[in-house]
């Protein structure tokens, strides 16, 4: 059953990383002129300026580089607290804000390896895939 949750980012690009998601593929820009691979979505390479991005999918695995839980409740019951909420660095190098899936954060270690995983979701526009990371 999809879990509800705040309205997904949808700004110009989205689309295209929400359907990589659904694809149980994580997308993320790279620049093909620095290399550089930006996150979240960007118009114009932050270290270049260029536009000539492309979404590439990546590995979905990474390290465990902070961690957090939320004892206020920014979304009303769409996210009761306390929630958990991670950053992954992932191996390609962009850092990633996402949920722990079976593990809290109880149990998080600096540095744990990580891989992505897409659970059933739905905001107010649908259902979609939204990634989460759990132990590799
Ligand atoms: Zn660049």
Same mark, same amino acid.
């Given at each position: 059953m999809a879990e509800k949750r705040p309205p997904r980012a949808t700004g110009p690009g989205d689309e295209t990383f929400w359907q990589g998601c659904a694809n149980g593929e994580l997308l993320i820009q790279k620049c093909g002129v620095c290399g550089h691979r930006p996150w979240p979505v960007v118009q114009t390479c932050e270290? =270049?300026?260029?536009d000539a991005l492309a979404f590439e999918a990546v590995s979905g695995m990474g390290k465990l580089a902070s961690? =957090?839980?939320f004892a206020r409740p920014y979304y009303g019951e769409l996210m009761p607290v306390p929630y958990d909420t991670i950053?992954?660095?992932?191996?390609?190098?962009p850092w990633f804000i996402s949920n722990p899936n079976g593990f809290a954060n109880a149990d998080a270690q600096l540095g744990m390896p990580v891989k992505v995983a897409f659970i059933d979701c739905?905001?107010?526009q649908g259902p979609f895939r939204l990634p989460v990371f759990e132990k590799a």
């Open positions: 270290q =270049c300026g260029s961690w =957090c839980t950053i992954v660095e992932l191996d390609e190098g739905e905001d107010g």
